[in-house]
Every structure is written in C-alpha cells, then in structure tokens.
C-alpha cells in the first residue's frame, strides 16, 4: 500500500503554517490527535476530572493495547510514562548492579542516559565502558561480544541517535544480550514512529520511546516497555501507592505488571493523544512510513551535497529520516533561526546531547533536518535553496 500524501497532509493542520521538518524533535500532530486532546479535556471541564476518568476508563486501558500491539507486547509489560527519559530512568534506576559491575554502551549514547550512568557508576561504584564503532559509526558487535564477561551487568545502547542518520543494529545487539544472558537496556525514542518495532526481534528486556517525535503524539507523553521476565523481580527505585498499594499499615505490595513503574496522577487527555497518534501511525503501516521517510531524508542528503560548504555528517551504513549537516560559514543555530523566520522550521544538534561521539568525531553544533512522511520533496528544494542562499 502506498500513502495517500494529499490526505495526509490534510489531516495535519501545522503544514500550512511552516515546512516543517523538526519529527526528530517534535512532529506535527495529526488532526486526530489534536481532536483527542481537546475533547477529552472539554470532558474534563465538564463533568470533572475523575468523572471524566471513570467514563473513559476502557479507552484509557486501550491505550496499553494499543502500545503494546505497536511493539509485539503484552499490555502487562507497558507503562506509560511522561517522556522517554523519565521511562528509561525507571529502568535503569531500578537495575540491581553490584559494585563493581560493568555497563557496556555505544558511542551514540544520549546525554540524558549518560549522566545517570555517570551518577550510578559514582554512587554504586560502577563502571561504565563504550564500545568503539566500527568502520559505519555503529556500535562494534565484535567489540561488544568480546567485551563480556561475568561482571557485566548491563547492556544499554541508543538505536537511532539525536545526532543523524545512524541506525545501530539493535536487534545483533539484543542476540549478543540474550547469548550472555545479560540485561539489556535500549533507547527506541528516535525509532518510535519511523520504522517498524518488534521487541522479540530486538531481544531487548527494557525499551523506552517519547510520543513528540515521529509517532507524532502530544508533549509529555512515553513509555517504558519491561519484558514480563522481570516483573516479580525489578523494585522501581521510587514508588507510591499507586505502583504499590499500601496493604497493611507496614507493608505494599508491588503491582505486578509494568505499571508499578508509573504513578497514580497522570495527564489523561495527552494518553489518549498518545493512543490516538499509534492507532493513526500504525493505520498508514510503519513499513509505508518508514519507507517514504527514509527516501525523502535520501532526496535531502542528495540536495544538500550539492551546497558549496555542505557536508552530510551522518554516520551508518544505513540511515534513517534524521539528517545532520554543517556548512562552511554558516553557524547552526543561527541558520536554524534564519530559516524559522521564513517559516522553514529545521533543527540544530549540539555536542553536549551525544558528547563521546561528538569528541570521537570532532563534531561542531549541525544542522538537523528530520523530514518525515508528511513532508514533500517540494518542500525540500524550498528548504535547501533557502540554506544556498546564504552561502
Ligand atoms: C536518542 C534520544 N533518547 C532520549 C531522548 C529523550 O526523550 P525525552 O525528551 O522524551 O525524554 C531523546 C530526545 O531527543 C533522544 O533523541
């Protein structure tokens, strides 16, 4: 099946204010996202809060449906959380590592991950080792299966970076994982929504993904995926009486699916986005979205190389809908400011988000152009001759 663009576009209500290509920030909501919101919050003002709960309390429980089908789960092992990296701190902070024990990760870490590597490895004497990339700029499977031993205690890698194109081969690495019987941890936030997730096939025991970027939910929505292997064993590292009622006066008793990792006050109008913006993804087929993305990002890299200055700076031999870029003379962010002024909203990536691969590779503050399904090459020839015409 092939994506009716013309409809598409319609649905989506932000393409007549800009040319907008930000899906690796924050992409544009679809009509029927935006309709979710705004009804379930009119419910709200209506009737209550509470009320409003109670009345929509099986559309709410199929939001963990509708997750978990997106991700071949089980809606046990889905908890929805406010953003990926509360998600993905669930996990980790919950993680029992004895001192001593070592965390492999790769060089396209995400910041937010790192520091609380670095705050564990402080705290809990943990050490933390990056795998080289290879010859692509993806993680080392050599490196990493050579890597193991008995003191490794966790895998935890990012599959698509902030930075670029790079796609890492998270489901070599969820065999290698499953080969050492080691817990592994993966970062899907930039995957969610642009490509097909199965986490049978990643092999991975924890997953965490944002709803803003290219699922095209509301802010302030995610989750965090737990394989059912590790719900009666993991302790959220923080809970209440929500993630575990309060039984007898000395004693709680975790729930025993994922949602001990949530807790009981929950922005209910942006679940229901989030819910409304899978079911909508998944409609169009994530294979038709990814495909579409993917050739467009392509067409882009293709435009851009013919900019005098212009260098592509994505790594992989494969890449996603995630464009970085630089050109000569032209500082990132202030041409991202420039071109939002002329209502081309593009992105700009800067070291400090994915700090070991921005030192390993020398890189400045890029660009970052995330075109996707939504968008059209039209759109794109506006947006690179805007960038020519500053060089
Ligand atoms: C690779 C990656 N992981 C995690 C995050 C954090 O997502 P959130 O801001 O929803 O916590 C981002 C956000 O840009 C990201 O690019």
Redesign the pocket.
Known sequence: MCLDIKKVRNETPGISHSIHMMAAGSALMPQCVVDTIIEYTKLEAQIGGYEAHAQRADELDNVYNIVADHIAAHPREIALME????A?CHAFYAMPLAPGARILTCEAE?A?NYVAFLQRAKRDNLKIEVIPSDDTGAIDLQALESAIDDNVGLIAI?W???NGGLVNPAGKVGAISRKYNIPYLL?A??AFGQMPINVSDLGCDFLSA?G?KFIRGPRGT?FLYVASKWLDSLEPAMIDHFAAPWVTTDRYQLRDDARRFESWENAYALRAGLGAAISYADQLGLENIQQRSWNLAETCRQMLREIPGCRIMDAGSINCAIVSFTVENLEARDTAEILRNKGIAIGATAPSSTRLDAEARNLPVMMRVAPHYYNTQDELEIMTNAIRSLV
């Open positions: 953003n990926a990296t509360v993905w995400y937010a990012t698509i970076p902030t970062d936030c930039q944002t803003r995610g």
